[in-house]
């Protein structure tokens, strides 16, 4: 059977990844992401009501005009998970394919919204739910499966597809860590890699996300994570004034915890900004999380001043808002307290905890020593770094090549610079760039089997 590979997007930076598996005469595609930083540095732009071929020049979504180069047909699209480097350019771009959207049930939640958020096009592709664990059959050959095995992340509920072919798997492994104690879901499934690296044909080729790859050692549990915030977080108990926190609003196993120990502290916590009240509300309603009941979560701008004038009256020392905006964000938050812009006013001696880490890109960078400069400058003092990343570090990227033993490689998720210290790893293991590794661009085909 001929297995074809087009690197659509993602694999000359972090953001907007998008690829597609052709197995025969069946296509899959995995991801149809946004590229954020790409989209900040414009102002005011509102994706939702723009045209897909303006944000492909703009290099905000993929240029997913590659794909009529590929000899099948779309039979699905297949996010891993709900962040929006993976989601984002759905409502852009499936309407093109008469394929459904397959998902875990979280993930197909976020996809929904981001459907009906859209201005711009009429997508009406099937919205299909499968969890982890669970396989589909791809086409009418009977000879293509899709399966998706679970793995731990900073967002609930994702997933690395299986495309199962008679010359093999191709395993997509964006993006993971390898957590064994997580704080909200079952443990990564490494039993499952290691049974598909020796099932059948094995491995043909492996996807693989190389953020942290030229970090020695392994990414620590979120569990730890949860340690420092609580390690912090009991430090600060004592102090009678405001302390107000921020971190990723799609992390729902890192909010779950400032909420609990907000509680252990004598405060109040309550979630302020859009996609907060989005992410918590998604996942509390799906059952992924349980939340105390008199949990306040509010979205809308007046609803959240109005929740700042109470928290003035009320006191500060009463309250944890855990609020958008750490990385920095110009409509978010955190940069609004920071630039004076909301009736909670920050006091010499207030505590700020970033349960996050700035995302390596300057435009980030940017934005983030802005606000914490603005927060400073109103007398902040600034608690950082209280978070592990989602993506694996060398020696968990070893672990999965000794795991799945694949026959080719293909670093993504990362610029050439970024791909070296995985090419570095792989080649100790064997591989060589150009035979069995490959190094590609956005636009471009790798025929495996032909």
Excluded: W
Excluded at 16 to 35: C, I, K, S, Y
Excluded at 245 to 254: C, E, G, K, V, Y
Excluded at 397 to 416: C, D, F, G, K
């Amino acid at each position: 059977m001929e297995i074809e590979i087009a690197t659509i997007g993602g694999y000359e930076e972090v953001g907007r990844q998008m690829t597609a598996v052709r197995a025969g005469d069946d296509v899959v595609v995995f991801d149809m992401g946004l590229n954020l930083s790409q989209v900040l540095i414009h102002d005011n732009v509102e994706t939702e009501r723009m045209h897909s071929l303006d944000l492909i020049d703009m290099g905000a979504i993929p240029d997913d005009r590659v794909m009529s180069d590929l000899e099948g047909d779309v039979k699905a699209i297949v996010p891993t998970h709900g962040h929006l480097d993976h989601i984002g350019a759905i409502s852009k771009l499936a309407h093109r394919y008469d394929a459904p959207v397959v998902a875990t049930p979280f993930t197909i939640e976020l996809v929904k919204q981001q459907i009906e958020g859209e201005n711009k096009f009429n997508v009406n592709n099937n919205l299909v739910k499968m969890e982890a664990g669970e396989t589909m059959s791809i086409g009418d050959s009977g000879q293509v499966e899709l399966e998706f095995v679970h793995i731990t992340h900073s967002i609930i509920d994702a997933i690395n597809p299986v495309v199962h072919t008679p010359e093999g798997a191709i395993v997509y492994g964006l993006d993971k860590r390898m957590d064994h104690s997580p704080v909200l879901e079952d443990p990564i499934d490494m039993k499952r890699f290691r049974e598909i690296g020796r099932e059948g044909n094995g491995v043909l080729a492996y996807i693989e996300d190389c953020t942290n790859a030229g970090r020695k050692g392994r990414t620590p549990s979120e569990s730890v994570a949860r340690r420092h915030l609580k390690d912090v977080m009991t430090s600060v108990e004592d102090y009678d004034g405001g302390i107000v926190a921020t971190t990723f609003s799609s992390h729902i196993s890192r909010v779950s915890s400032l909420v609990e120990f907000a509680k252990d502290i004598g405060r109040q916590p309550v979630l302020l900004g859009r996609s907060m009240e989005k992410y918590s509300g998604t996942a509390e309603r799906l059952g992924f999380v349980d939340l105390p009941d008199d949990l306040g979560m509010y979205g809308h701008r007046k609803s959240v001043d109005r929740t700042f004038k109470r928290i003035m009256k009320e006191g500060k020392e009463n309250y944890l808002p855990i609020v958008t905006g750490h990385q920095g964000e110009p409509r978010a938050m955190l940069t609004r307290m920071g630039r004076g812009e909301t009736p909670y006013e920050i006091d010499d001696g207030d505590k700020v905890i970033f349960s996050a880490r700035v995302i390596p890109e300057p435009t980030n960078e940017g934005q983030r020593y802005q606000s914490e400069r603005l927060l400073r400058m109103q007398g902040a003092r600034i608690f950082d770094e209280i978070h592990v990343s989602g993506h694996l570090r060398e020696e968990g990227h070893y672990e999965m090549l000794q795991a799945l033993q694949p026959q080719h490689v293909i670093p993504a998720h990362q610029n050439l610079k970024g791909f070296a210290p995985y090419v570095d790893l792989c080649e100790s293991q064997g591989y060589a760039l150009g035979r069995d590794v490959h190094v590609t661009r956005n636009g471009n085909m790798i025929q495996l089997v032909e």
